[in-house]
């Protein structure tokens, strides 16, 4: 290893660093710094002035498309409300989910929880995905997978996920199942409880509630109007036995559910957090 | 790196021994074996997919993750390091720049390999890269930690055709005199992407309102200090193991000493911040939800033990003294002990910080009920398997690079009047060559 030597120290030379002042060295300003400042800071104010526009605009477009992945406007903005004072907890909401979405057990989208009001008394709640309007899981997402459709509905790309599970850490509500495994179980909740009406999604990506979107895209095509007809309206609302489950057009004020919203204190999970849920629960007796 | 060393490696001279050791081939034997433990586990994963981890809906971040967090972390002595030689112009510590951008491309590809892990979609690994959303900080981390990459490599690119046969080939030659041109252009524009990215790992915790234990504007601050720490450390730490099994003074002395002053503030830069940020969110201030969250910690996981004595007190404090007083700081030894305990407080913060969060239960319910069940979360045999595999990517190529790169250009054989053990020369006429410690 003689070939690694150290190399020789320089002597640093030490450079005077304060000059007494004298008459010649005094300029605060010589003319050659006076004339760089001068063409510097027109050239400054030249580029300023031909970037200004391009960068106003570009930075309005940041700001407009915020929250991000909103698609454009439509007529439609789709809401559900669910009354927590008539909900029996039976489940057949959660089993007509599971049959319709083809979902397992553990992978439920549509799931029930026995609470408690201060008073003691149980109620039950039963939680799709809320499709917020500011979305975590939207705003976090690497790959633009999971985007807000211009009729208010959080929507899932299954061939952009990548399967980072960002957003199931994100989502406040755990709305999001990841696919573990490559699916091969039987339904137990077909044909009891419904048929599957879309794909079984692929090992590797996240899913979640859609509101039945392939109901709702395909009625409108049809004349039907979802919340109104049952084809065009999600499989959870059509089942309810004690009709504690609406759906609807906020955007039309004589729909059925901006008129209950209207009409009817509800409230929504975790306000607090800003998300703006599009799911609004009319409160059992006792709570709030 | 200078011309003297160009001229001065004209034969092609690895930096260890030239033959191989018993020990050597030991060593080397064991990284291959846990390498192969590695690949049977990813062939698991990759085969059935990633439910052959212990990961669950409600906790889907685990080990992989902490070992990403961790690498990244610990591969931050090359933004350190470059920091001080082209923004501060501290040339000296070019002597150890070629060392800290080496670790630095093995942690972030070590980070890389975690990640790839980690994501259902193997096949989908480049859609960042198509599909924006310039909104996600996780999709600025993986552009930055692409890019950085690169940039690394670019770094590395130069040394590795310098210390190889590579550079009888003049083109190479060429394209490592281009690259050596502008590498202070690279490393200044690599020093922003990591300045972003080692942040914006914290802000991935940090700005989730949902999990109050996270939800923090520290979180990233707390994550650029640490890595500074770590990422130091871990290069001082290579540095200094090496030059004891090669005999060698790698770098000189009072370089080795700068990087251990700066591994020591930066811990206590590090410890002020993390002491204020809990006190302003567990002590003076009386959030129900945080208190909660903390309540659960305390109960349920070493939380509070491991925060105070293996984040706070053994992970930072003791080893910031260590580096800070000269008598310390002067035994190799308490230099290796204390790198070792900065880089244990970095993993258990980076554990503690991804399962915290999800070990608090969500609670959306509107009633008063406490519905949801706390998580808990142990790695599979398969997940450790594959950080096995890792770790030992991370060792093999560290040791083949101290052993055929020219890491340390200013290194010099220990004079005879300096103290190295007489026993140990004798015993072993064959050097081993330094184990991997990342």
């Keep these: ?288 | 790196m200078t011309a003297a060393s160009h001229t001065t490696t004209a034969k092609f001279r690895p930096m260890g021994v030239r033959h191989t050791s018993l020990a050597f081939k030991l060593w080397v034997g064991f990284l291959v074996l846990a390498l192969i433990i590695g690949l049977v586990s990813a062939s698991q994963v990759i085969m059935n997919g990633l439910g052959v981890t212990n990961l669950t809906d409600e906790l889907p971040w685990g080990l992989w993750i902490t070992l990403d967090l961790s690498s990244i972390a610990l591969g931050a002595g090359a933004f350190t390091l470059s920091a001080a030689v082209y923004l501060f112009g501290l040339k000296r510590y070019e002597a150890i720049a070629r060392a800290a951008v080496f670790v630095g491309l093995l942690g972030y590809s070590s980070a890389m390999l975690a990640l790839f892990m980690d994501i259902g979609r193997y096949d989908r690994f480049y859609h960042p890269l198509i599909y924006w959303n310039v909104h996600s900080v996780l999709w600025e981390i993986t552009m930055c930690v692409m890019l950085y990459t690169t940039v690394l490599l670019m770094e590395l690119i130069p040394i590795i055709i310098e210390s190889t046969p590579l550079k009888n080939i003049a083109i190479l030659r060429t394209l490592a005199h281009v690259l050596h041109r502008f590498m202070p252009v690279v490393a200044l524009v690599g020093m922003g992407l990591s300045l972003l990215h080692q942040s914006s790992l914290g802000a991935t915790y940090g700005i989730l309102t949902a999990r109050p234990v996270w939800y923090s504007p520290s979180a990233p601050v707390l994550f650029i200090l640490s890595a500074v720490a770590a990422g130091a450390a871990v290069t001082m730490l290579a540095t200094v193991l090496a030059g004891k099994l090669l005999r060698k003074e790698l770098v000189p002395e009072d370089v080795l000493f700068g990087v251990a002053k700066l591994v020591g503030f930066a811990c206590l830069a590090y410890l002020y911040l993390k002491l204020w940020s809990w006190a302003a969110t567990n002590y003076y201030s009386q959030v129900p939800e945080r208190q909660l969250g903390s309540e659960i910690l305390s109960q349920n996981t070493p939380y509070n033990f491991t925060f105070w004595f293996g984040e706070v007190l053994f992970g930072a404090l003791v080893p910031a003294i260590f580096m800070l007083w000269r008598r310390t700081r002067s035994n190799r030894n308490i230099l290796i002990l204390g790198a070792l305990m900065i880089i244990a407080g970095l993993v258990i913060n980076r554990w503690n910080m991804t399962l915290s969060g999800f070990v608090i239960p969500l609670d959306w319910s509107p009633g008063t009920r406490d519905v949801f069940p706390i998580n808990q979360y142990m790695p599979s045999l398969i997940e450790w398997g594959v950080a096995i595999g890792i770790l030992a990517y991370g060792g093999l190529a560290f040791t083949l690079g101290i052993r055929f790169l020219n890491l340390y250009p200013q290194a010099r054989e220990l004079p005879p009047n300096e103290p190295v053990k007489a026993t140990a020369e004798a015993a072993a006429p064959s050097t081993p060559v330094a184990p991997a410690s990342a």
Aim: overall charge negative.
């Design chain 1, 1 to 288: 290893m003689a070939d690694y030597q150290q190399p020789p120290k320089q002597p640093e030379v030490k450079q005077p660093k304060a000059v007494a002042p004298t008459p010649e060295n005094l300029h605060l300003l010589s003319r050659r710094d006076f004339m760089t400042l001068l063409i510097g800071g027109g050239a400054s104010l030249v580029l300023a002035a031909t970037l200004a526009q391009p960068l106003d605009t570009f930075a309005r477009q940041i700001s407009e498309t915020r929250p991000a992945g909103h698609e454009g406007d439509s007529n439609f903005h789709w809401v559900m409300v669910i009354d927590l004072s008539r909900c029996i907890g039976c489940d057949y909401c959660v089993w007509a989910c599971q049959a319709t979405n083809d979902t397992k057990d553990d992978m439920r989208w549509n799931i029930r929880i026995d609470d408690e009001t201060p008073l003691g008394e149980v109620f039950h709640v039963t939680r799709p995905c809320l499709h917020c309007t500011h979305a975590p899981c939207v705003e976090v997402c690497p790959v633009s997978a999971t985007y807000h459709r211009a009729d208010g509905l959080v929507a899932m790309d299954y061939n952009k996920c990548i399967g980072c599970r960002y957003c199931q850490t994100a989502c406040p509500y755990g709305a999001r199942s990841f696919n573990w495994f490559e699916r091969s179980d039987e339904n137990p909740r077909v044909p009891e409880w419904g048929t599957p009406e879309v794909q079984r999604r692929p090992r590797g990506v996240v899913e979640k509630c859609t509101f039945c979107v392939h109901r709702i895209d395909a009625g409108l095509a049809n004349g039907l109007m979802p919340g109104v007809d049952e084809d065009a309206t999600p499989a959870c609302v059509n089942i309810c036995p004690v009709n504690a489950r609406f759906f609807g057009n906020i955007n039309d004020p004589n729909s059925t559910v901006s008129r209950i919203i209207s009409s009817r204190p509800t409230i929504r999970l975790r306000e607090d957090l800003g998300t703006e849920p599009n799911v609004y629960y009319i409160p059992p007796e006792g709570l709030v």
